[in-house]
Structures are given as C-alpha cells and as structure tokens.
C-alpha cells in the first residue's frame, strides 16, 4: 500500500478516512485531527494556561508531546497513587519524558493527602476504581483552580469517549449524557475539562506514541481486572470493522444532536451544589465524597459513610 498524500510506502492503513500513510505524513495527519478537534469544539486557544494530566500511559504522554509541539501553554499533573511498585513505575516514565523534553510536571503524592490507593482500598467496602477515578478528578481540579490554570486536558481518546457514551445510552443516564463531550466549560468551583483526541483512536494515539518513540507505561494497574468497557469496546470494534467511520460519525452526531437536550434535561432537574464542609470543593452532599474517603481513612467516620 502506498501513501495517500506522498505515495511513499504505507505504515498505517485507516480505513475510516479511506487512506493509508507512511511516518511523516501519518503524524501530519495526526497533528491536523488534533488542531481540528480543538478547533471545532473550541476547546482552548494559545491563551489559556492548560495543565495536562499524565498518568504515563501513551494517551497522555503523546497528548503532552503534541499540545507543546503546537505551542500551547501546558503543564503536566501527575497523581502518584501511591500503589507498591505499580506508582513508582509509573511516576518515573513520567517524570523521564518531562525532563527529555524540557516540559514542566507537578507531581501530587496521594499518600501526602491522607489517600494512598492501598489504604482507601482497605477502608472501602467497594470496588477500588471509583474511589480512585473520583479521588484523581477531584485532585485535577484542585491542582488546576489553585494554580490558576485556565484548563485541564486529559488524553481520552475516541475509544474512550465512545465506550462510555454506549454505556451512558444503555442506561438513558441523563445526568451523565449531559457531561459528556471533549468540552465542559468552567462553572462554579469546577476547572474547564478538555480531552484534544476525542477525534482520534485507540489505534490512532498508538501508532502516534510509537512513531515519536515515546516510552510509556503499560502495565495495567493491580486493582483493576482489566480495562474499562472492554466488552463495549469489542462491539465496537467489530461494528467499525464493517462500517468504517461509524465511531466518529455517532460521537459527532451526539455532539451535534444528543447533548444539547440531555443538558436542558439536567437543567431542569437542577441538581443544587454547595460548598464542601470541609474542603470547599461543590456538592451537593454537603461534605464531598473525597473528604468523606479521607475521614473513612483516618478512621473518623466508619467507611459507610464514605460509600
Ligand atoms: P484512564 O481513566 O486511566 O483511562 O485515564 C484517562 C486520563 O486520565 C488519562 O489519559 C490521563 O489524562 C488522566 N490520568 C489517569 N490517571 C492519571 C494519573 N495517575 N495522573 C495524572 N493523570 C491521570
Ligand atoms: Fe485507580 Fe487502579 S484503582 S488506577
Ligand atoms: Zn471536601
């Protein structure tokens, strides 16, 4: 197979764009999907003061590499989760790959907080990964707001944002709809959230991070049993299989036509946020759910109320 654009021999065959491209031309591609997602959905502009959150998978490290290569303003946010040899792996490709490339990190110790993965873990009388997922939000927002960051970017990727948008449908969960997209504007107590590759897949940010060499960490976390939405994941493949470009075009159609209605829905429904109680951060609880962790973990509170 040759390449579309410069007829040099084919590395990476795209079926859904109905082309194929050697290296160079391949991140070209990649580059103008990124500047068009960020473009399209008006996510930032050389302005803005962007922390990137990295957890050293290739999605966030190519996502690092790519928002400074167009010169954007960004630093990276690493959460060490404090998970035995699992953490330290991780927070050391990411702290290399910063260094090899001259970009600016904040590494945030959950153990320092009172939140190291292992003790939430033994205090919690559910699956670890909520609790973890809600304790990273929370610390990236954090981060974000009191470093005068103007957004958080995270590297969710088509795949990504389609599993979770299927899951969402199968469910007609309103309130979930309604947040979804590469865009969620500032509100009150929240940081702007940006994710530039919801055009890109899987397949695409992996070929990408090879391509630059990026060297990235791989092995699943401990806690979990294998990655999220796998089984969603799948069907879709399997559907992008026989009708290539569907992923993009059903995301895009939410974008367009879904969202905005699941958005007045919540509107509605209203759902009212106040202060945390003790750390000032929006609910609608009145202590948040990561405060309510950390009692558990200290012993406090009984991890019940934590739940
Ligand atoms: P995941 O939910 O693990 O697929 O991660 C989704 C995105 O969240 C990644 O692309 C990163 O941008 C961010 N992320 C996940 N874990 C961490 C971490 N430990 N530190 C910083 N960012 C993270
Ligand atoms: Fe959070 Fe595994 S439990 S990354
Ligand atoms: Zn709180």
Known sequence: M???????TAVVALPSHHAGFCPDCFKDFFTRQVEKGIRRQQLFTPEDNILVAISGGKDSLALMLELARLEYRVTGLHIDLGIPNSSEAARSVVEQFCDKHGLKL?????????????????RLNRPICSACGKIKRYYFNKVALDG??????????????????FSNVLRWDAAYLADQGPYLPATG????KVKPFWRLSEFETANYAFLQGIEYHTAPCPYSKGASF????????DLEEEMPGRKLDFYRGFLAEG???FATVKEEEGEKLAPCS??????SAGTCGVCRIKRAVAGIEAPEAAE
């Open 259 to 261: 969202r905005a209605h």
């Open 2 to 8: 040759k390449c579309t654009r410069c007829k040099a």
């Open 189 to 192: 107590g929240f940081a702007k």
């Open 106 to 122: 904040i590494v945030k110790e959950m153990a320092a907080e009172g939140l190291a993965i292992p003790d939430v873990k033994k």
């Open 230 to 237: 796998t089984m969603h994941k799948r069907l879709w493949a």
């Open 148 to 165: 005068g960051f103007t957004a958080l970017a995270t590297g969710h990727n088509l795949d990504d944002e389609i599993a979770r948008l």
């Open 278 to 283: 003790d750390c000032g951060y929006p609910t």
